[in-house]
């Protein structure tokens, strides 16, 4: 069982950036796909982006994709969201969320452990 811990998070202007990072502890991280999920005020969560075990394989969702950079640096157990051109509407509490069997999926069922999020937000 892997225990994740994000922060990083703040507010930061529009058009600003801003990195996020995931502790894992508890496992062997690189045994995990990882994924960044986002969930803002009166909205259900959605899937940001994800990354495979050996950090290769990446997905994005559209809103965001040329914007973030997900890795991973699986000799420090340690999983980054770098955000870049910030705007208002990324506002959410991002979490973090491992899984064993699903690889670097985009549904955030195929994810069995989730970190406590970390709150970003964006002023216009």
């Known amino acids: 069982q892997v225990q994740l811990v994000e922060s990083g998070g703040g507010l930061v202007q529009a058009g600003g950036s801003l990195t996020l990072s995931c502790a894992a502890s508890?496992?062997?991280?690189?045994?995990?796909?990882m994924g960044w999920f986002r969930q803002a005020p009166g909205k259900e969560r959605e899937f940001v982006a994800s990354?495979?075990?050996?950090?290769?394989?990446?997905r994005y969702s559209n809103s965001v994709k040329g914007r973030f950079t997900i890795s991973r640096e699986n000799a420090k157990s340690t999983l980054y969201l770098r955000m870049s051109s910030l705007k208002a509407e990324d506002t959410a509490v991002y979490s973090c969320?491992?899984?064993?069997?699903?690889?670097?999926?985009?549904?955030?069922?195929?994810?069995?452990?989730w970190g406590q999020g970390t709150q970003v937000t964006v002023s216009s």
């Open positions: 990354i495979g075990r050996l950090g290769i394989s990446t």
């Open positions: 969320a491992a899984n064993r069997e699903k690889g670097f999926s985009v549904y955030e069922g195929d994810y069995d452990y």
């Open positions: 508890g496992s062997t991280f690189s045994r995990y796909a």
